[in-house]
């Protein structure tokens, strides 16, 4: 059988390192079975590759590819803590998204994340989720996504 260590690297993918936290919280913590991450902001070597609101500053479509940046950054936590192969599932997902007035579009945007996940882990990557959208998330990012993963 495979690994995801095998599958990530068969679709060209490499986990960046654990983003910083911002405050007083860790990466992601074990309780059991279940590995939580904090909310993962789409920081690339450190730094967000965007600021503002989606539908207004950061249009849909680059939203939803920060969405995939932000799962990766999660699974980067996940690894860290307890190795990405021993992700027996998916659970959950949660995403938040910074949306200008008016916009309705947050499901699309949490799109990236979700996606992303069905590639790399196929039927183990199904997963309950939410997609909200929020007047403003830690400095200026465009979105932010919590993982739950079964270990």
Known sequence: MSTWSTRLEELGIELPGVAAPLAA???????GSWVFTS???????????????????VSPEEAKSYAATCILNALAAVHALVGIDSIKRVVKVVGFVASAEGFTGQPGVVNGASELLGEIFGDAGRHARSAVGV?????????????????
């Not at 690339?44 to 989606?54: D, H, I, M, N, R």
């Open 25 to 31: 919280y860790v990466p992601a913590t074990q309780s």
């Open 39 to 57: 909310g993962q902001l789409p920081f690339v070597e450190g730094k967000l590759p965007a600021t503002g609101k989606v539908g207004a500053e």
């Open 135 to 151: 007047a403003e998330l830690p400095i200026g990012a465009p979105v932010e996504i919590e993982l739950i993963v079964e270990v």
